[in-house]
Structures are given as structure tokens and as C-alpha cells.
């Protein structure tokens, strides 16, 4: 069983997460800020990363600065996900941070597995 992170400040959608990842056999951590995030990523080992851009404290994009500052953890995918649609100009930027994709919220359920099996196998 893999195990995925969702940094999200949407408790809607981070509910909606869990439950659509417990369902394809993944065990999903959840934290509403970057920093809980940021602790989460360095305490434990994740297949795959999603964060949302707009997050407490620092940015989804900081935060994806950090992950790609870490040896260790710049190796686990990170996906991009963004309720703003003037955000969606950023996909190049988030792109060239080191994020492997962008999607735009609301994520559909069969749009979230297929990220899961691209990036986990």
C-alpha cells in the first residue's frame, strides 16, 4: 500500500482525498498548512505529494521550493492543484519549480487515480 500527502486548507476536499485514496488501497496523510506539510514530509516517506497553491503560512509554491531544496524529498512526485483559475498562468512557473503537474480544482475523482497510478505505478 502506498502512501499519499494532501496539503490542502479545503477540509471538503481533503475529506473527499482520503476517502477516494482509501478506496484504491493508499493510506493518505492530511495537513491544512504548508508547515504541517513540511513537518509530515520530513517525519515520514510519501509516494506522492499534492499541494494546493493557495495554503496558510507560506505557499503551496514555497512550499514546493523546500521539497525541491531537500535531497530526499525532491524525489517524491509533487502535483500542483489550484481552485484560481488566474492561477492556472503559473503552470509553467510551478512546472520549472519541480512540480510534475498542475490540476485545477475540483480535481475529478477519475483525474486523482489516474495521477495516482501515473506516479506510483
Known sequence: MGKILFVDDDTDSLAMYVKAVSLANYEADI???????????????????????????????????????????????????????????????VLDAGAQLFLEKPVALDELYSVIEKYTG
Do not use: C, H, R
Request: overall charge negative; proline content about 5%; charged content about 20%.
Open 31 to 93: 495537513a491544512s498548512s504548508a508547515m504541517e506539510g513540511w513537518d509530515l514530509i520530513k517525519l515520514n516517506s510519501y509516494d506522492l505529494i499534492f499541494v494546493d497553491l493557495n495554503i496558510p503560512g507560506m505557499s503551496g509554491f514555497e512550499l514546493l521550493q523546500k521539497i525541491q531544496g531537500d535531497k530526499i524529498a525532491k524525489a517524491i512526485p509533487t502535483i500542483i492543484i489550484s481552485a484560481m483559475p488566474e492561477e492556472s498562468s503559473l503552470v509553467d512557473v
